[in-house]
């Protein structure tokens, strides 16, 4: 095996979730050049992967088929021995099977899988993990089972954040693409209270987060909850989060950057369950749900802009 194609271009922690393959990919094939494709925003997710060659980006707003064209005039040119997808949806597929590879895998749930050499199950529900699911692409290879996620953040990330890590602190992350994934706001500031004497709190996300977390601070009003949300790239995050006394949570990507760097979190699931499968991966790892058995719940794999019942109570009744 000369050359290995690795297509994940879904969410950050979907990429993350993608990485124990990457080294499962270099441990059992150690001279191969492995590249891997993902959505453009996630790249710096992968910056100092010493298991990586080339990472290409997939840029939808350039016009999706304009880059699927280009994607795969590109791959045909390195004439890979084998393309991997560990993505589910059409666009990923299509790339895969006019990889120009000379064998192809993924999920039987791409709509283009019946252009695979070899398609797997994807059973999302029976508590199997994610990283598990992704490993058993290869496992005929000689791939282990379940493994931690990497990252690897530089020096240069750890001196950007250094002026942070001068007293204990802890690192928050409120906020998630879907809304039903995200601890209410009064939660929050319940958690909040509870840790803001024994540390500073850094409230961390995209630009996009920065005005839920002012919200929050505007509530508790506590002088050592700092929000630095748009503050730092992906690896500087995930270098802050390295060195927290602990993290919290939702069922998002800073979830799965906590397992990578192996730090104590607690992550609150609402909508979703941990049975999904993208539960932490992290030695000190608490997970925290509501207790009631809600029929509602779960609503959906990804969560939703709002609650469907009007009443979120998965969200609202998980104790702190």
Known sequence: MKRILL??????????LATPVLAELKRLF??????????????????????????????KKKGKFRE???????????HYDLAINMHRFG????????????????????????????????????GTHEVERNLALIKEYGAVSVR??????????????EKYCQEDY?????ASVWYTKQLPVEKWIEVIAKKAKEGNIYLIGGNQDRMLCDSIIKEVKDKNVINLCGELNLLESAALISKSKRSFVNDSGPLHI??????????FFCSTIPEFGFGPLSEDATILQTKENLSCRPCGLHGHKSCPEG?????FGIEI
């Open 7 to 16: 297509i994940q271009t879904a969410f950050l922690g979907d990429v993350i």
């Open 30 to 59: 150690p001279t191969a050049q492995i590249d891997v494709l993902v959505k453009k925003g996630n790249e710096g997710l992968l910056q100092n992967n010493p298991h990586l060659t080339s990472v290409y980006t997939f840029e």
């Open 68 to 78: 699927i064209i280009r994607l795969i005039k590109l791959f045909k040119k390195s």
């Open 91 to 126: 666009s990923s597929g299509l790339l895969t099977i006019l990889s120009g590879a000379k064998e192809k895998i993924g999920f039987s749930k791409n709509p283009f899988s019946f252009g695979y050499s070899k398609k797997f199950d994807h059973k999302i529900g029976d």
């Open 148 to 161: 931690r996620p990497e990252l690897f953040p530089s020096q240069n990330h750890f001196d950007k954040i």
């Open 170 to 174: 802890y690192c928050m992350a409120p």
């Open 258 to 267: 906590a397992s990578a760097m192996n730090t104590p979190v607690t992550a």
């Open 311 to 315: 009443h979120f109570k998965c969200g």
